[in-house]
């Protein structure tokens, strides 16, 4: 027992310094002046590299084989084996490729940040092309070691179990209705007007605005924060979430849904087993999982009308009753927000077009790190799939091949994460919707209290005890299955 018990002292050291990079990544991406960058980078790598390390330390192997005669508890056991898991992967990576990938992305990312300002897709690239290549050196170590394929090596790692197979057979039966789902959902709102609201709001007055939000789903602002950055995220740890958003004084909607599609993942964070909380089981189940929790409160919950009778009321606390009553109140905030519409953006996309710019990202990535595809042929690739999914093409690379912050940081295999999420949150929902009567109440009032503690009991409280499958169909009495997700939609937006 001894061996183990070391084992798990080892791995809340390795949280704390985890929890540290979270920390400065979100320094990083908020207040960090640009000229820190380099020496933040070193910082950032150095704490990666002592990580790696202590994985990789022979003791750290001594215990876990000794570990494994011990008599563990059933949760020890799982524990055990997801701390395997981590020690199976580190062993197998050169401490100089991860050092190398971490200054390399963080250098990445700041070229990425000036390429979009400027539009010039050249700038991005060469900075581009190593962490490709050292991505692609990364993948092929991990695939080797673990006999499947690289992009499946890569993809597992932010998704354990996923797979190119599974996530093939999903995405084959999306694209069997989708299209023409498409079409008659744009065909059958012709006949519905979907003016924009007009409200103009500054800057201040939204953030007010979406912490009062944030406050009404349940987000404790004494254990998080709410910022601004390039692109939304969920970031720092469990006992201090932050969330970024970004503000378009134009359009009131853009930064308070990704404010409560952030605030979804905080709240997953937040009810994570606090006695396994220093432990790979206390971790959250893979970001499938995690996405499905941001897209239940941005998608399933918060683009109802209930929602919107709701934000109503707010907004008549600062523009006046008359007014919103003028520009069409909760129906056309309604009806802007549910309006199906090919867009080049990903984030602002639509829940039917949105797995369209997935079904681009997961094409174009795996290529890329196959080998079929370069970077200077990237602007190229993303524009004839954009014309192919959605016939649209964009006229600049900001709002194009360069619009997410993902490649830039070498997550690649992250993108299907977003469509399963997707596809797991309609699931959960119904089941929501089954067991808790009360539910639209709790969403015409905001009361998110009953449905997060539905998620503690079913989702949040197992942290990484089950694998995905497992644990979705514990929660839901059924194995993942994109019928829910159809079913959703179509009520949604055909009936």
């Known amino acids: 027992m001894d061996s183990y018990l070391s084992l798990e002292k080892i791995f809340s ?18 207040k960090m002046p640009e000229g820190g960058a380099t020496r933040r980078a070193q910082q950032i790598s150095e704490i990666e590299v002592l990580v790696h390390e202590l994985l990789c330390d022979s003791n750290t192997s001594e215990f876990l084989d000794e570990a494994g005669n011990c008599d563990l508890l059933d949760w020890q056991r799982s524990n055990l084996k997801l701390m395997g898991r981590r020690i199976s992967y580190a062993k197998v ?5 991860v050092r190398e990938l971490s200054e390399l992305t963080a250098t990445c990312e700041i ?3 000036k390429a979009r300002e400027e539009e010039r897709f050249k700038i991005f690239a060469e900075s581009f092309k190593p962490v490709v290549d050292k991505v692609r050196e990364k993948a092929s170590i991990l695939s080797s070691a673990k006999k499947c394929d690289p992009y499946d090596a ?6 354990p179990g996923g797979n190119q197979k599974d996530i093939d057979l999903l995405f084959d039966e999306l694209k069997s209705f989708l299209p023409d789902l498409l079409s008659a959902v744009r065909e059958r709102q012709k006949k519905k007007s979907y003016d924009s609201i007009k409200l103009q709001l500054d800057e201040g007055s939204q953030y007010k605005l979406a912490v009062k939000i944030m406050e009404d789903m349940g987000f404790d602002f004494s254990h998080g924060r709410l910022d601004t950055s390039h692109h939304p995220f969920c970031g720092g740890v469990s006992d201090d979430v932050r969330i970024t ?26 009810n994570l087993p606090l006695s396994w909380k220093n432990q790979p089981i206390g971790d959250a189940c893979g970001m499938a999982v995690h996405e499905s929790q941001s897209l239940l409160f941005e998608m399933q919950f918060c683009r109802s009308m209930k929602f919107f009778e709701y934000l109503e009321k707010h907004l008549c606390g600062i523009f006046g009753a008359e007014e919103i009553k003028r520009s069409g109140g909760s129906v056309a905030l309604y009806n802007a927000s549910t309006e199906v519409k090919p867009g080049l953006i990903r984030v602002d996309a639509d829940e039917v077009t949105y797995p369209f710019h997935i079904f ?19 602007p190229s690739a993303w524009n004839e ?3 192919h999914w959605l016939d649209i093409v964009p006229k600049n690379p900001r709002d194009g091949v360069m619009q997410d912050i993902h490649w830039a940081t070498g997550s690649f295999g992250y993108f299907p994460s977003y469509t399963m999420g997707a596809i797991l949150a309609a699931q959960i929902c119904e089941s929501i919707k089954r067991d808790i009567p009360t539910f639209n109440e709790c969403l015409a009032s905001i009361d998110f209290e009953p449905i997060i503690d539905w998620l ?11 694998e995905r499958s497992k644990l979705i169909e514990m929660a839901t009495g059924a194995p993942i299955q994109v019928d829910a997700f159809r079913r959703h939609l179509e009520s949604r937006y055909l009936t």
């Open 360 to 378: 681009l990202r997961y094409d174009i990535e795996k290529k890329l790190m196959a080998g079929s595809l370069e970077v200077d042929d990237l």
């Open 456 to 466: 503690k009991e079913h989702v949040h409280s197992h942290g990484s005890n089950y």
């Open 93 to 97: 990576l050169p401490g100089s490729l």
């Open 385 to 387: 799939h954009m014309y």
């Open 154 to 159: 890569l993809m597992d790692q932010f998704d």
């Open 13 to 30: 050291r390795i949280k704390l310094l985890e929890e540290s990079i979270a920390v400065l990544h979100w320094d990083w991406a908020v």
């Open 245 to 270: 958003t970004r503000f378009n004084k134009d359009d009131l909607m853009q930064g308070l849904m990704a404010v409560v599609h952030e605030t979804g993942h905080a709240i997953y964070e937040r």
């Open 111 to 113: 070229s990425w940040r």
